[in-house]
């Protein structure tokens, strides 16, 4: 049997508007810090994200990504864990009307063998609900790991005639429950004022820009992304290449 080895897929090649992923930090310091439980901190989050959402097609992102449950969330307590789940559950059955007519595609990026049915069919419902969406493409991260998902990924390898990094990330977009291969992420932005990225997107974030900000989560504006954004696009990227060969 041949193995082929490829080329390495570019980092600079062309997406249909910015891939933007977020790590939504800070919900339960913003509610212990008001006196409240971390519960009503993950509340207030939910309207941040219905704010970036709405905001983000109108500063040229054409794919959102919003780190919501972490596999390694499972360690919070219990009470707090189902909180969580519930405020997600709520979140895809109230909003996938309002996506589809918004033109917004929504996907659920992660595992799903480890959530409750309740969850996992209303991910399903909001999937196929928003299956027409060109706007935007949302994807929330729930019970996600970048090292599982590339572990997983590694595992399906061994079946590939194909060594490439184009290969790899289709395999990465199959065992995350993607559309389609896992896509470049251009702008990280980490909320909360940690500067580390929690095992998130670490494939795709390889020549990310990052943004870091020191404004908890429930209180992040569209000014705030807006802002993100205007900072990102004037970096230069240069995918370790010259300057004038990155431009060309």
């Known amino acids: 049997m041949s193995i082929s080895i490829s080329q390495p897929l570019s980092s600079s090649a062309p997406q249909p508007g910015l891939h933007v992923a977020i790590l939504l930090d800070g919900n339960g310091r913003w509610a212990s810090a008001r006196g409240l439980a971390r519960s009503e901190g993950h509340r207030a989050g939910v309207e941040s994200v219905r704010r970036v959402v709405r905001s983000a097609p109108s500063l040229g992102i054409g794919t959102l990504t919003l780190y919501a449950f972490s596999s390694d969330n499972w360690g919070r307590p219990m009470s707090e864990v189902s909180s969580l789940l519930v405020l997600l559950e709520d979140y895809f059955r109230a909003e996938a009307a309002k996506c589809a007519a918004e033109g917004i595609r929504l996907r659920v990026i992660g595992r799903r063998d480890r959530l409750p049915l309740t969850l996992k069919n209303a991910i399903d419902s909001a999937e196929r609900i928003t299956a027409n969406g060109r706007n935007l493409e949302l994807r929330i991260a729930v019970d996600y790991s970048s090292r599982d998902a590339i572990l997983r990924a590694a595992c399906w390898m061994m079946s590939s005639l194909e060594v490439s990094q184009r290969e790899f990330s289709r395999r990465l977009g199959e065992v995350t429950h993607s559309t389609g291969p896992a896509l470049d992420v251009d702008l990280l932005i980490r909320t909360g ?6 095992d998130f997107m670490l494939w795709e974030c390889a020549y990310a820009e990052l943004f870091f900000t020191p404004v908890m989560w429930p ?27 990155a431009a060309s």
């Open 193 to 198: 004022g940690d500067r580390r990225l929690s």
């Open 219 to 245: 209180d992040f504006q569209s000014s705030d992304l807006a802002a993100a954004v205007e900072d990102f696009l004037g970096r230069e990227r240069r995918f370790g290449r010259l300057p004038e060969a």
